[in-house]
């Protein structure tokens, strides 16, 4: 008898090769010259229920089936969605459900293949799989390219005629670990980071390799296969600048279209390629310093005008044109910047010690402030090498200001708090200090009031002893004051303190915390988790852009010279620094609820909503992040309890087992030997590693993040770099204080050419772009097949949709000072969206993706 042979319909949706934001109109027609040779697009379905029968457990593939009408089909000026028929012949009997298909382009370009769905299985109806991916000419693959249907399985689980496939597919992405890396390859792997330096240009531009010590540990990064530098083989080579924005990651892991054009459009492209060359020589030609604080203001109410040379001059590539399209102007070659949101309402309200303090709670980096424990501070330095780091604060300091309570009191009742930057920086200080930077290592004391506010109490400014480190600390305190030379004595300090929260923000709150340490995560679920895994599901859209943003800033933000290394005060030493803070770094202590405790900010209790009181009951951070973390953990888990019935099933799931052993012992390898890893032998190890990660990558990442230029980009603000010591009576610099204290802050705090660098770097990371994708939102609507699934994502949506209004009516609540202040700046770095792109101040996207 004959098997009755039937026509299945499909149709294929793709987007075309583009460049920058239009189509790659030679490679469309050079596409519909193969056509005409028999060059096409072909696709295979394979059963995920029958063998191929022919002895091997690989699924039967079905006949060969072509794109349909591709020479017919009009590309559009600008990227969109191309959409083909496909007809596949069917086979009535033995072939059952598909489960998979290969493809092979036999094109001469490349295209991102979004979806196939197949109308009308006979006995299974519509069958859909969402593939995002690029796939390039077959002659680029040793193998087929696979996609797999919407439908999870664990390892166990996994069909039979499926399971070759997905374990070949695993194998294809962690490719051999050797060659250089192209743009085609699919590769995820490890390197240390040995590609940040440049000692071929010379021995300033060479840094440590940071991963694989012990005294420099970090996680790792994406591997590219550069070669070694000539001059020192333990270094990468680097690329050219203008190769900077092709440097290799996976072409999956890429920006989009959307994405890449608001990239450039808002500069980066120019700070790197043109800004930072042409303007390092703008102190020869204008005056490097602001004369006044109406001169920064300048920025945003009227612009800067470049000389005239570097606008129309023969010898240079600055010119109008590429200001008009790349850079903040006017059209006249005017840097003009928009106006950050803390000097939106008040010029001058920033300067209040109300709202210095407000911001260690509800600014850009409120996750340092710790609660005091003893008194004085002590220090966690080895005294054999540092000393005695005790602080100089006395009681004597700060007696008079805690509103009647003794120091103890004060204390016991948690009235006491520090923002303690002395550890962190103190051995870096004298190095630091070497360099055009002038700074110390802070301590500063804050009391809460009985209104809910913080008032900050004293300050320490600490300096190595002049005769080595051995010999401790020399100190400094300031208390507050605020008319007189006295006054603008204690503007310097906060001035001092700012610095310091500035640099650990940028290298340690925002990159090591978010960006670094989650890479080596997007690496091992790649190479160990397949598509067809529910982790995957679950974890994909939250490494969505972290490898090219962390590959744009190895390249040009972070490197030997960099942009960071000139705007942030530990200059060279900036991920030194960052590397040594690693070294304390704990997995299970990033979760939201375990670093308050951590910190001394919440105190456990099983009576409050999370399992924990806030001390600080007014600290807007903590108060949204709470209820952002426990819609994160109650999604993850009954996503996890779908597909785990118990420990056991945890322990038995192969993938998830390498995945974990791989982030630990290779991701994560420097801390491969540490004793608080979850061991990934319970469905809780699972949950609570998995909401950590979620929480880093999305909400953490956004509120260290999305604030950069609202708060900081009025840079009297947020200083990033001090040029002068404190001045010492009886001075010039003293006498001038006394006589013109703005002028004298101003020289003390960034230039004008850093400045500039600056807030133009973090304009361009405030920005959400055009196709954000937030936190309860995926870009595919049907990721899973599972319903229970996407019924569980959709409550999740609408617990974030709550709390967004929770959000909105404590903002507008006047009870909580803390999250207005005096600035009148809402607290929104934690709503959970935002209905806008640009710099908006608000929403959490999944991923880390700026």
């Known amino acids: 008898m004959h098997k009755k042979k039937l026509k299945i319909?499909?149709?294929?949706?793709?987007?075309?090769?583009?460049?920058?934001?239009?189509?790659?109109?030679?490679?469309?027609?050079?596409?519909?010259?193969?056509?005409?040779l028999g060059k096409n697009?072909?696709?295979?379905?394979?059963?995920?229920?029958?063998?191929?029968?022919?002895?091997?457990?690989?699924?039967?593939?079905?006949?060969?089936?072509?794109?349909?009408?591709?020479?017919?089909?009009?590309?559009?000026?600008?990227?969109?969605?191309?959409?083909?028929?496909?007809?596949?012949?069917?086979?009535?009997?033995?072939?059952?459900?598909?489960?998979?298909?290969?493809?092979?382009?036999?094109?001469?370009?490349?295209?991102?293949?979004?979806?196939?769905?197949?109308?009308?299985i006979p006995g299974h109806g519509a069958v859909h799989f969402v593939c995002n991916s690029w796939v390039y000419p077959a002659h680029k693959y040793k193998t087929p390219r696979v996609f797999f249907s919407n439908q999870s399985y664990l390892p166990g689980e996994t069909p039979?005629?499926?399971?070759?496939?997905?374990?070949?597919?695993?194998?294809?992405?962690?490719?051999?670990?050797?060659?250089?890396?192209?743009?085609?390859?699919?590769?995820?792997?490890?390197?240390?980071?040995?590609?940040?330096?440049?000692?071929?240009?010379?021995?300033?531009?060479?840094?440590?390799?940071?991963?694989?010590?012990?005294?420099?540990?970090?996680?790792?990064?994406?591997?590219?296969?550069?070669?070694p530098a000539t001059t020192d083989p333990s270094s990468e080579s680097r690329l050219s600048v203008l190769a900077s924005l092709n440097i290799?990651?996976?072409?999956?892991?890429?920006?989009?279209?959307?994405?890449?054009?608001?990239?450039?459009?808002?500069?980066?492209?120019?700070?790197?390629?043109?800004?930072?060359?042409?303007?390092?020589?703008?102190?020869?030609?204008?005056?490097?310093?602001?004369?006044?604080?109406?001169?920064?203001?300048?920025?945003?109410?009227?612009?800067?005008?470049?000389?005239?040379?570097?606008?129309?001059?023969?010898?240079?590539?600055?010119r109008l044109e590429f200001l008009k399209e790349f850079l903040p102007t006017d059209g006249e070659g005017l840097f003009k910047f928009p106006m950050p949101q803390v000097i939106k309402e008040d010029k001058s309200a920033w300067r209040t010690d109300e709202e210095f303090a407000r911001e260690m709670l509800a600014g850009v980096n409120p996750v340092i402030i710790t609660r005091l424990k003893e008194f004085p501070p002590t220090s966690k330095l080895d005294p054999k090498v540092y000393g005695d780091q005790t602080s100089k604060i006395t009681p004597d300091h700060i007696q008079n200001q805690l509103d009647g309570l003794g120091i103890d009191q004060a204390v016991e009742a948690n009235r006491l708090y520090i923002l303690n930057h002395h550890d962190s920086l103190m051995p870096y200080i004298r190095r630091i200090n070497t360099t055009t930077t002038k700074t110390y290592a802070t301590r500063t004391l804050l009391f809460l009031q009985n209104d809910g506010r913080l008032r900050p109490v004293a300050i320490e400014l600490s300096l190595p002893h002049p005769d080595g480190d051995q010999f401790g600390a020399i100190s400094k305190v300031f208390t507050p004051a605020k008319d007189g030379v006295q006054g603008s004595i204690w503007q310097l300090a906060r001035a001092y303190v700012a610095v310091n929260d500035s640099g650990v923000h940028e290298l340690i709150s925002h990159w090591l915390r978010t960006h670094a340490v989650i890479e080596p995560l997007v690496i091992a679920t790649n190479r160990q988790l397949s598509v067809l895994h529910p982790i995957y599901k679950l974890l994909d859209p939250h490494f969505r852009d972290t490898m090219n943003i962390n590959a744009f800033a190895r390249q040009i933000l972070i490197n030997a010279g960099g942009v960071v290394e000139i705007t942030v005060f530990p200059g060279k030493y900036a991920m030194e620094l960052s590397s040594a803070i690693y070294k304390d770094w704990v997995f299970p202590h990033q979760a939201l609820p375990v670093d308050l405790v951590n910190r001394g900010m919440a105190v456990e209790d099983t009576a409050s909503p999370h399992g924990i009181r806030l001390l600080v009951e007014d600290y807007p951070y903590a108060v949204d992040g709470l209820k952002i973390w426990s819609a994160i953990e109650s999604w993850v888990e009954e996503y996890c309890n779908l597909y785990y019935e118990s420990d056991e099933a945890i322990q038995k799931d192969t993938e998830l087992q390498s995945w974990w052993k791989e982030v630990r012992e290779v991701g994560h390898g420097d801390k491969k030997d540490e004793p608080w890893w979850p061991k990934m032998v319970s469905r809780k190890e699972l949950i609570d590693s998995c909401t950590i990660i979620i929480w880093l990558a999305s909400a953490l990442h956004a509120a260290t993040n999305f604030g950069q230029y609202p708060y900081a980009g009025y840079l009297p603000n947020r200083p990033t770099i001090t040029r002068r010591f404190m001045p010492e009576p009886g001075s010039p610099e003293y006498d001038e204080l006394c006589s013109n204290p703005d002028k004298v802050f101003l020289r003390t705090v960034t230039a004008r050419f850093e400045t500039m660098l600056g807030i133009a770097i973090i304009e361009i990371l405030s920005r959400h772009s055009s196709d954000e994708i937030y936190l309860g939102q995926r870009d595919a609507p049907g990721w899973t097949e599972d319903a229970r699934a996407i019924e569980a994502f959709e409550r999740f949506g609408h617990k974030l949709s709550q709390i967004e209004k929770q959000i909105i009516e404590m903002n507008e609540d006047g009870k909580w000072t803390n999250r207005v202040g005096p600035v009148n700046m809402p607290y929104t770095l934690l709503y959970p969206t935002s209905t806008e792109s640009g710099i908006t101040g608000k929403g959490i996207p999944n991923s880390v993706a700026i």
């Open 9 to 36: 319909k499909g149709r294929v949706v793709l987007m075309k090769k583009n460049v920058l934001d239009f189509i790659d109109l030679g490679g469309s027609i050079v596409d519909r010259v193969d056509e005409l």
């Open 41 to 120: 697009v072909s696709l295979q379905l394979i059963s995920s229920t029958h063998s191929d029968n022919k002895g091997s457990l690989k699924g039967k593939l079905g006949a060969v089936a072509h794109l349909e009408h591709w020479i017919t089909n009009v590309s559009s000026v600008t990227p969109q969605d191309s959409i083909f028929d496909i007809t596949f012949d069917w086979e009535e009997q033995g072939f059952g459900r598909p489960g998979a298909f290969l493809i092979n382009n036999f094109h001469h370009t490349e295209f991102y293949l979004k979806t196939l769905t197949l109308e009308d």
């Open 160 to 227: 039979a005629s499926l399971a070759h496939y997905r374990e070949q597919e695993l194998v294809n992405l962690r490719g051999d670990g050797s060659g250089e890396l192209q743009e085609w390859d699919r590769v995820y792997d490890y390197a240390y980071y040995n590609d940040l330096g440049n000692p071929d240009r010379g021995q300033d531009f060479a840094r440590p390799v940071l991963g694989g010590s012990s005294d420099y540990p970090y996680p790792r990064r994406g591997r590219t296969g550069r070669p």
């Open 248 to 318: 290799y990651v996976p072409r999956d892991e890429r920006f989009g279209h959307l994405k890449m054009s608001d990239f450039l459009a808002h500069g980066l492209k120019s700070i790197s390629q043109v800004l930072v060359p042409e303007l390092t020589n703008l102190p020869d030609s204008v005056h490097n310093e602001f004369e006044s604080f109406e001169d920064v203001l300048a920025l945003y109410e009227g612009g800067i005008k470049l000389p005239e040379h570097l606008i129309n001059g023969h010898d240079h590539h600055l």
